[in-house]
């Protein structure tokens, strides 16, 4: 058997072809930030075991928007940016793990299959939509600034529907970005079995983090959030009790692996009863 090179797939001769390159994962964006209270029942849901609600707020949400552009080590990607280039929308609820409170992401969509093929690693469940938030710029004849009377718009489609939609109007500087999404990640890496009917193949829970983190000035204003049923989608199942707040932030991150918190995958013996 030949040798093979690649850290994902297609893995060939050369490893050219490989979705995306090994880690790390730099990241430099743009994050527009919704956080607002559910019912704690419908983020319960989402946490598959051997995760349980966050002791505090557990029913508070995040819904991100973020543009990002990303490169790996050799920063070849910016010169060609329709490989560093791409935005998303994540919800992002907490939770706990043996008396630790993590983050979640439990939906995610984005617009570039090299990003789905980063959250098949990280565990995150990536799926294609279509994104869209207002650009901030220096000059003001077509942008807003990241300044107090800033209004920005974010919206996000998946499957030919509106899913949600956003309105931020800046009012002043924030200490925070928000809390829900402030903790480690904790995802689930699951391999589905080959088998009709078998369980899954392989089950981690992982967690993983920012190996460096930079931000920007945070501003928080007054902001205004609408979800949309789907036939497809069950984004508004996580219904808009109350608002928390709204958020804007330039922030750079560098992604270099998480670590193992728990192997799942069912023994061989207890697989075949």
């Given at each position: 058997?030949?040798?093979?090179?690649?850290?994902?797939?297609p893995?060939?001769?050369?490893g050219?072809?490989?979705?995306?390159p090994?880690p790390?994962?730099?990241?430099?964006?743009?994050?527009?930030?919704?956080?607002?209270?559910?019912?704690?029942?419908?983020?319960?849901?989402?946490?598959?075991?051997?995760?349980?609600?966050?002791?505090?707020?557990?029913?508070?949400?995040?819904?991100?928007?973020?543009?990002?552009?990303s490169?790996?080590?050799?920063?070849?990607?910016?010169?060609?940016?329709v490989r560093?280039?791409?935005?998303?929308?994540?919800?992002?609820?907490?939770?706990?793990?043996?008396?630790?409170?993590?983050?979640?992401?439990?939906?995610?969509?984005?617009?570039?299959?090299?990003a789905i093929?980063?959250?098949?690693?990280?565990?995150?469940?990536?799926?294609?939509?279509?994104?869209?938030?207002?650009?901030?710029?220096?000059?003001?004849?077509?942008?807003?600034?990241?300044?107090?009377?800033?209004?920005?718009?974010?919206?996000?489609?998946?499957?030919?529907?509106?899913?949600?939609?956003?309105?931020?109007?800046?009012?002043?500087?924030?200490?925070?970005?928000?809390?829900?999404?402030?903790?480690?990640?904790?995802?689930?890496?699951?391999?589905?079995?080959?088998?009709?009917?078998?369980?899954?193949?392989y089950?981690?829970?992982?967690?993983?983090?920012?190996?460096e983190?930079?931000?920007?000035?945070?501003?928080?204003?007054?902001?205004?959030?609408?979800?949309?049923?789907?036939?497809?989608?069950?984004?508004?199942?996580?219904?808009?009790?109350?608002?928390?707040?709204?958020?804007?932030?330039?922030?750079g991150?560098?992604?270099?692996?998480?670590?193992?918190?728990?192997?799942?995958t069912?023994?061989?013996?207890?697989?075949?009863?």
């Amino acid at each position: 058997m030949n040798d093979q090179l690649g850290f994902f797939f297609p893995r060939t001769a050369t490893g050219r072809s490989s979705i995306i390159p090994a880690p790390p994962w730099y990241y430099s964006g743009d994050l527009l930030t919704v956080e607002y209270r559910t019912d704690p029942a419908r983020v319960a849901e989402l946490l598959p075991a051997p995760l349980e609600l966050a002791p505090d707020d557990p029913g508070a949400v995040a819904l991100i928007w973020a543009d990002w552009q990303s490169c790996s080590s050799s920063r070849e990607e910016l010169l060609d940016p329709v490989r560093s280039q791409y935005k998303e929308a994540f919800v992002v609820v907490r939770c706990a793990f043996e008396g630790v409170t993590y983050s979640r992401c439990v939906y995610i969509w984005v617009d570039k299959d090299f990003a789905i093929a980063r959250g098949m690693h990280q565990g995150y469940p990536k799926k294609f939509g279509s994104m869209w938030q207002t650009r901030p710029h220096p000059f003001s004849q077509a942008a807003p600034q990241v300044a107090a009377g800033g209004v920005f718009g974010a919206t996000l489609a998946a499957g030919d529907r509106r899913l949600a939609q956003a309105v931020l109007t800046l009012r002043e500087p924030s200490e925070t970005n928000g809390f829900v999404n402030g903790h480690p990640m904790a995802h689930h890496r699951i391999y589905p079995g080959i088998g009709k009917g078998s369980p899954d193949s392989y089950v981690e829970l992982i967690a993983s983090g920012a190996r460096e983190f930079e931000a920007g000035p945070a501003w928080t204003g007054d902001v205004e959030l609408e979800l949309f049923d789907s036939p497809t989608e069950e984004l508004a199942r996580l219904s808009v009790d109350e608002i928390i707040g709204g958020y804007y932030r330039q922030v750079g991150v560098v992604w270099d692996g998480g670590r193992n918190l728990a192997t799942l995958t069912p023994e061989p013996a207890a697989a075949a009863q």
